[in-house]
């Protein structure tokens, strides 16, 4: 990754400054800036709370916002600053999004010690379904493989 | 996790017509059934490129239909059909829902084989971030933690 240069920290400055004030306006501590071509596409904060949405964290309020600007499901060439290290939701959020670059501030340690760990999640993704604490059972897979042939034989389909 | 019952089938097979009708509506093969106390709460498809969201999965979807008919930003209690083994990122939402058990049809195998692998992603959220293909990278971290001092003092705030 190339060197941090001046823009990259004013960008971040916006995302924290977000974070604090979302605070305020009765949201999580979190904030996120998606930047392409030096300018400001979307923000996010989060929203969970106050728009009971689990989904609704800084980063994927930010990605579905640019997207909705950019009309557009893909965010090739964009960066995201995020106020706070992104949580597995977000993180994969970002790579279907094809964002290209992430910063962030504070660190998933410093979201556990404020009890917005998402430690217990990271360690529950990279085990197998069974093992999960969630009980996660695979059932009518024959019944739901007909989708997918479907899909393979559906000439007019947009693939991403 | 007890025994399957024809209810999960029924639902299951709810959640596999919408994956089948959402190719024709111009979505993704995907669909899912969110179910409390053998109620269907909410449905979701993938609305990924028909509504320009890379978030608009069948599962996120659902979840935050779920979540705005039950005004709450949480689902414990709840059970989620889904069409599909969960993305990592749908994983993640059902985790910060609190969702309480899974079902799935097709694997993430047969989602690999009509070009919708995940593989890839579980495989990066495993990595450390400075080691992972998107390049991430950890700045300002002093100023960042600001917001959390300030939501730590906080003392009206909704924790979740």
Excluded at 9 to 24: G, H, K, P, T
Excluded at 134 to 140: A, G, N, T
Aim: aromatic content about 8%; proline content about 4%; some cysteine.
């Amino acid at each position: 990754m190339e060197r941090i240069t001046k823009k990259d920290r004013r960008y971040m400055q916006v995302a924290i400054e977000l974070s604090i004030e979302n605070i305020e306006n009765g949201g999580g501590p979190f904030g996120a800036v998606i930047v392409r071509d030096d300018k400001i596409v979307a923000t996010g904060t989060n929203r969970v709370t106050s728009d009971n949405d689990p989904t609704a964290h800084a980063e994927v309020n930010a990605i579905r916002e640019a997207c909705a600007r950019e009309k557009n499901f893909k965010l090739d060439g964009c960066t995201i600053y995020s106020s706070c290290e992104p949580c597995p939701m977000c993180l994969a959020a970002i790579y279907w999004a094809g964002i290209s670059r992430v910063f962030y501030g504070n660190t998933q340690q410093d979201a556990e010690e404020i009890d917005f760990g998402d430690k217990f999640i990271y360690e529950e993704i990279a085990r197998n379904p069974e093992s999960r604490s969630i009980p996660m059972r695979m059932i009518m897979r024959e019944e739901a493989l007909r989708a997918f042939t479907e899909w393979k034989e559906k000439e007019d389909k947009i693939p991403y």
